[in-house]
C-alpha cells in the first residue's frame, strides 16, 4: 500500500498505530485486524543514464532507466534492452560482428527507454491529479480526469510499437508510420524478414532469421 506525503508531512508522523488506521478506513474494513510488517520512505525520481555504454561496461533494467511505477513498464523496458544487448554481445563474441555493434545498443535502446520515461512521467501526472481531487472529495473532477486519461487504452503502441530510426537494422525505404495515439494505437510495420543486418567485418548482408539461427541456442 502506498501513502502520499501531504505538503509539510513526514515519515515519522506515521507509526504503526496511524498506518493501521490508514488501512482499515481505506479498506472499508474498520474492524479487521491489520499487521504492518515493514515500512519503507520512497521518493519517485525518473532518471535515463546519459550513456549506455562505455568500453566494456554496459548498463541495462534499472541501472539505464530507473522509471515511475505508473503503468509498470520498469521490467518491460528493462527486459527488451537485455534482449537489444544480448544478442549483439553473442555476435561480437563469437567473431560474427566487430565491436562497432556493441554502439548500436545505445543507439536503439536509450531514446526508446527516455521516451517510455516521458510516458510513464505523463502517467503519474495524472495520478496524482485524481489523487488530489480526490482528497478534496471533487469526485466529479475525479470521474472526469479518469474518462479523458490515456492510461484507459490497451498501450500496444507502448508495448509492441518501438522502433528505432537508426542502429542496427540498415533502411529499406519505408517510411516511418504515423499513428494518431503512438502510446495506444499500434500498426503491425514488420516481420522476421523485412530488414537485413550488416553482419561480420566483411559488410555482408544477412537475413534476420538467417542471424538469429546462425547465433545459435542464446537466442532460440
Known sequence: ???????????????????????????????????????VPWVMSPKVARQFRIGRVFLVGDAAARLTPAGGLGLNTGLQSAHNLAWKLACVVNGSAGDSLLDTYQEERRDAAFRTMQNTNRNADEFFDVISNASKNDWDKVGDLIAQSRTRGAGLGQDLGITYPRGALLPDGSQPLVVDDPINDYKPSARPDHARLIYGSSGERRSFPRLIFSVGDLLC
Open 1 to 39: 500500500m502506498h501513502h502520499l506525503l501531504k505538503p509539510g508531512e513526514k515519515p515519522n508522523d506515521f507509526p504503526l498505530k496511524r498506518l493501521r488506521e490508514l488501512i482499515r478506513e481505506a479498506s472499508g474494513l474498520p474492524a479487521e485486524p491489520v499487521e504492518v510488517l515493514s515500512t
